[in-house]
């Protein structure tokens, strides 16, 4: 019998309130305030509650969990989604998957885990004036992570869709390897990204928050932080407001929560929004700016074989044959991994009308997909985008192009549409507008390199949100320390995504997790010190 650990915990008396239920205003105190509960807020709450203090977070989204999880997109995506998967940058021309549950994106992700690259943190040393990051600083909170959260290098064959992009790889002389993944008794079903139905993967939902409320720590769910209020350097108070039980519209209920010390960990767009509605002091305007996202490129196949790309585990075998083709500051780099593949998300992504559409969704356990995470943020001409307010104070993310980033954006769908021919394919589809179905490699690639890579054109999507609120030595370049700690607030902390000053260059939540449990521990430290 699977263990249900949410389930055992409330009927042991858990303090868990749903928002949309309150009949009443709440005011309340408390040691620290956590906004948000993923990867960077659900371990900082395990770690600030086990150094004795009390805790209080407070999740947009609701508490779903293993009864809920019921593999189904109509299900998962207005449940456990950000807008209901579709919210989308300014110009509508990325996509942006993001968890708004308990657990957050770990809820949702595809449980891919990899530590922050030598490259990434010794550039944000060197530019960026990071301190306390360096290889061998983070390495051994990297061990600490991945302890705590099982996570090991995946042991079984991969699915057909990933053993494409390793037979391609290896057929082409690129370079491969095996994923980790932070999971415990997995059963390779491949439905990770609407929640584990089994509690295998090892979200902030099945472990640090099911301490942290075991510890004595206090969740409310279905509730929006509107502001902070400040004075004198110092964050006061946190006001939220309860949503509906569709997460939708107010109650007009509202929380007020005084504490000692106050940490932001809502991500990178959310933060950054969070602090722009408290209008926190921002001298040299730098929230919300340099906002990264992986802008993600796609290209899809056809194989005469059965692939099945929504079945076994989402991702096992990744590329680096491109991460940093000259260097970290040269061209933009990519990393090229496999998304899975369900239908209904599926059929509204891939870019074909008519009988093209019905061939290809006829096909469908035939399709094989590539995908590139485009690394941001580590050139002059790739300065992300920027996170703005709308009236009604919710947050949009602007992301221009720049022919840098249009440049590295055609490589990477040569690589993939290269390396599917490679594998095997009979038909390659880049995911763009104005592609067609190629069956050799020869056409498409002088197909591709004619197409326009233009907002709206080549079709995208991330699901990895950093920056807006970069860490750093000097106020002038950043908004928080390397600590975390915000330069003109005395007790904010931002503890997620936002914090890094580009990109990572791989899947984030090793290095959201690494982070946090370095910078939650000092916060502990100097909170438990001060009494």
Known sequence: MIEDVITQGLASGWSVQDGSELDRDLEMEADVVIVGTGAGGGLSAEVLTRAGLNVVLVEEGPLKHLPDFKMEERFAYPDLYQDSASRKTKDKAINILQGRCVGGGTTVNWTSSFATPDETLNHWGRVHEVEGFSPEDMAPWFEKVKARLNIHKWPVPPNPNNEALRRGAERLGWSFDFMHRNVKGCANLGYCGMGCPINAKQSMLVTTIPAALDGGARLYTRMRAVRLTHRAGRVTELVCQA???????????????????????????????LLMRSKAPDPHDLVGKRTFLHPVTASTALFAEPIRPFSGAPQSVFSDQFLWPEGVDGPMGYKLEVPPLHPILSSTVLDHLGEDHH???????????MLSLCRDGFHPESQGGRVVLR?????????????????????SLLSMVELQFAAGATSVWPAHRQARSYSQWKAARAAVAELPMDPQMVRLFSAHVMGGCPMGREARHSVVTSEGMHHHLENLAVIDGSVFPTSIGTNPQVSIYGMAMKNATALAARLTAAG
């Open 243 to 273: 949503l509906d039980g569709r997460g939708v519209f107010t109650t007009g209920r509202t929380m007020r929560i005084k504490a000692r010390a106050f940490v932001l960990a809502g991500g990178a767009i959310g933060s950054p929004a």
């Open 359 to 369: 061939r290809l969704m006829k096909d469908f356990a035939h399709m094989q997909a």
């Open 391 to 411: 009236a009604d104070g919710s947050p949009e993310l602007d992301y221009p192009f720049t022919d840098y980033v249009r440049d590295g954006f055609r490589r």
